[in-house]
């Protein structure tokens, strides 16, 4: 064996050994003589924890709906004219028109040079520049302070404050985010630790917004399910958080109590005497609480009110104001304003240990800063055109417009649906979904179990393929075993509503007839 021969027999065996220490397969060798490099990342060495993340709302049946319209625009027969996805909270997406207000503020930022331009109301030209003033070099495009530009978070310390009829907000205590989503995952990052039975265990709603049990599957935490009762209007009963609690003390530290409200997907507006009951609860048994507060406009229902879990915190007295800890979330993406795209938010923490402030400072530092256009756009919502500017009116005009509408929507998607036999629909009282619930009969159920499949699932994707219609099943949410529902937002316009919701009576009834 010559020199050349040697060298290259020690490099195969090397390699070959390398994959075997490594746990990889033996590689095979290519024509050449050379020992292909096997991949570092697979599926069986990447993260396992982010194989274990799910999240229904852009999941396969969405894939799927994607296709369609793609097949459609190639043109390809269906037996539908369009897809109509009713699956995410997108309202732009959907036909919602943006706030004119905050566009004009948002281009007179973009492209200052539009300062000069006598169509943009005086209103919108001094709120620009005072956020440009606000930015480094005067430009939306530098970074921002990691915790957020210093005269947002002061906006948003006021807009609190009104919001909570006067109790005090510190500016410090806002931490401007990417959307809600991104403070949510951060103070849950906060909140994980241990192994074994002391693992961190968050207790969330079941049905749920997938964001938190994907958020925990990432972070390899333990989901405590608790269920809101359906028969009540989706309500929260301290009965069974007592339940979910006493159980999961068994495997798993329990740390944190999430709430959203008004409810995602389920709709419901907790009331104050919950909300109060919720932080007894928490305060009794040592809880992080965590209020996803998204949809706070986004009330319907008469006799529905949003109550802040900090005002009533507050108004609750010592006891519970100087001890409870408290995160609250927001965002540009719901309520009236409906701007998902700029990613925009905000988090007001309460009752924090001072250490621990510290590390959550350290922590948002490491992503640098939110999306300053997002930032600006908070500002916005929460320091919006006041009574004698010029905006004023039509700000209100628009509002206004958007919010009723939802709540006709809202209203016409529970009445029809309640029309339909084999579904029954609570009142959506607030925030921008239906969750239904559909009885699939067993033919159905067996045929889908068979597949592989959930039932909902099942029934979801059969009606995308015969109408276009894209709802999430509830499985994707979590729901009571043996039952069966859909999540479908209340978004579209309400001529194309009217269409998507005779298009699901049309489909249930010849389901139910097939599978009978």
């Given at each position: 064996m010559n020199h050349g021969t040697s060298l290259l027999w020690k490099r195969r065996t090397l390699s070959s050994l390398s994959a075997t220490r490594r746990g990889l397969p033996k590689a095979k060798m290519s024509e050449n003589g050379v020992v292909p490099r096997a991949k570092v990342l697979t599926i069986d060495t990447m993260n396992p924890t982010v194989k274990n993340v799910e999240y229904a709302v852009r999941g396969p049946i969405v894939a799927r709906a994607v296709e369609l319209e793609r097949e459609l625009s190639e043109g390809m027969k269906k037996p539908f004219a369009e897809v109509i996805k009713a699956n995410i909270g997108d309202a732009h997406a959907m036909g919602q028109q943006p706030i004119t207000f905050f566009r004009q503020v948002l281009a007179l930022c973009s492209y200052p040079e539009l300062l000069n331009d006598s169509t943009f109301p005086d209103d919108a030209k001094s709120r620009a520049r005072r956020i440009l003033q606000s930015?480094?070099?005067?430009?939306?495009?530098?970074?921002?302070?990691?915790?957020?530009?210093?005269?947002?978070?002061?906006?948003?310390?006021?807009?609190?404050?009104?919001?909570?009829?006067?109790?005090?907000?510190?500016?410090?205590?806002?931490?401007?985010?990417?959307?809600?989503?991104?403070?949510?995952?951060?103070?849950?990052?906060?909140?994980?630790?241990?192994?074994?039975?002391?693992?961190?265990?968050?207790?969330?709603?079941?049905?749920?917004?997938?964001?938190?049990?994907?958020?925990?599957?990432?972070?390899?935490?333990?989901?405590?399910?608790?269920?809101?009762?359906?028969?009540?209007?989706?309500?929260?009963?301290?009965?069974?958080?007592?339940?979910?609690?006493?159980?999961?003390?068994?495997?798993c530290n329990p740390r944190a109590l999430c709430i959203i409200n008004p409810g995602n997907p389920t709709g419901q507006v907790q009331s104050r005497e919950c909300i109060e009951d919720?932080?007894?609860?928490?305060?009794?048994?040592?809880?992080?609480?965590?209020?996803?507060?998204?949809?706070?406009?986004?009330?319907?229902?008469?006799?529905?009110?949003?109550?802040?879990?900090?005002?009533?915190?507050?108004?609750?007295?010592?006891?519970?104001?100087?001890?409870?800890?408290?995160?609250?979330?927001?965002?540009?993406?719901?309520?009236?304003?409906?701007?998902?795209?700029?990613?925009?938010?905000?988090?007001?923490?309460?009752?924090?240990?001072?250490?621990?402030?510290?590390?959550?400072?350290?922590?948002?530092?490491?992503?640098?800063?939110?999306?300053?256009?997002?930032?600006?756009?908070?500002?916005?919502?929460?320091?919006?055109p006041q009574p004698g500017e010029p905006s004023y009116d039509n700000f209100i005009k628009e509002r206004s417009a958007t919010l009723s509408a939802l709540a006709e929507k809202a209203k016409l998607t529970e009445q029809i649906l309640n029309t339909v036999e084999g579904i029954s629909c609570n009142p959506v009282q607030g925030a921008m979904y239906s969750f239904p619930r559909i009885i699939i009969p067993e033919k159905a159920v067996k045929e889908a179990t068979d597949k592989g499949q959930q039932p909902d699932m099942f029934y979801c994707m059969k009606m995308l393929e015969e109408t276009g219609i894209c709802l999430v099943p509830g499985s994707g949410f979590g729901q009571k075993d043996g039952t069966y529902h859909f999540r479908m937002t209340i978004l579209p316009p309400r001529d194309k509503l009217q269409i998507l919701l005779n298009k699901v009576q049309e489909f249930h009834q010849k389901f139910t007839q097939h599978y009978s």
């Amino acid at each position: 064996m010559n020199h050349g021969t040697s060298l290259l027999w020690k490099r195969r065996t090397l390699s070959s050994l390398s994959a075997t220490r490594r746990g990889l397969p033996k590689a095979k060798m290519s024509e050449n003589g050379v020992v292909p490099r096997a991949k570092v990342l697979t599926i069986d060495t990447m993260n396992p924890t982010v194989k274990n993340v799910e999240y229904a709302v852009r999941g396969p049946i969405v894939a799927r709906a994607v296709e369609l319209e793609r097949e459609l625009s190639e043109g390809m027969k269906k037996p539908f004219a369009e897809v109509i996805k009713a699956n995410i909270g997108d309202a732009h997406a959907m036909g919602q028109q943006p706030i004119t207000f905050f566009r004009q503020v948002l281009a007179l930022c973009s492209y200052p040079e539009l300062l000069n331009d006598s169509t943009f109301p005086d209103d919108a030209k001094s709120r620009a520049r005072r956020i440009l003033q606000s930015c480094g070099g005067n430009s939306m495009g530098s970074y921002s302070a990691s915790q957020g530009i210093d005269s947002v978070r002061q906006d948003v310390a006021r807009y609190i404050e009104r919001r909570d009829g006067g109790v005090p907000c510190d500016p410090n205590n806002v931490y401007l985010t990417t959307g809600a989503s991104d403070g949510i995952m951060t103070m849950l990052k906060l909140l994980v630790c241990g192994e074994g039975m002391t693992r961190t265990g968050v207790m969330i709603s079941i049905p749920q917004y997938p964001l938190y049990s994907a958020a925990l599957a990432e972070l390899g935490a333990v989901q405590i399910n608790y269920y809101l009762n359906e028969e009540k209007c989706w309500s929260l009963d301290i009965s069974e958080l007592q339940r979910a609690l006493d159980e999961a003390r068994n495997h798993c530290n329990p740390r944190a109590l999430c709430i959203i409200n008004p409810g995602n997907p389920t709709g419901q507006v907790q009331s104050r005497e919950c909300i109060e009951d919720v932080i007894r609860f928490a305060a009794k048994e040592g809880l992080f609480l965590m209020a996803d507060e998204v949809y706070q406009d986004n009330v319907y229902a008469e006799g529905c009110q949003f109550h802040s879990f900090k005002k009533v915190l507050f108004e609750m007295g010592p006891e519970y104001s100087d001890t409870v800890e408290l995160a609250s979330f927001h965002s540009t993406s719901k309520c009236y304003m409906g701007e998902c795209g700029f990613r925009g938010g905000y988090m007001e923490i309460i009752n924090m240990d001072d250490d621990v402030k510290a590390q959550l400072t350290k922590l948002v530092s490491v992503r640098l800063c939110p999306p300053v256009p997002g930032q600006a756009l908070m500002d916005l919502v929460v320091n919006p055109p006041q009574p004698g500017e010029p905006s004023y009116d039509n700000f209100i005009k628009e509002r206004s417009a958007t919010l009723s509408a939802l709540a006709e929507k809202a209203k016409l998607t529970e009445q029809i649906l309640n029309t339909v036999e084999g579904i029954s629909c609570n009142p959506v009282q607030g925030a921008m979904y239906s969750f239904p619930r559909i009885i699939i009969p067993e033919k159905a159920v067996k045929e889908a179990t068979d597949k592989g499949q959930q039932p909902d699932m099942f029934y979801c994707m059969k009606m995308l393929e015969e109408t276009g219609i894209c709802l999430v099943p509830g499985s994707g949410f979590g729901q009571k075993d043996g039952t069966y529902h859909f999540r479908m937002t209340i978004l579209p316009p309400r001529d194309k509503l009217q269409i998507l919701l005779n298009k699901v009576q049309e489909f249930h009834q010849k389901f139910t007839q097939h599978y009978s």
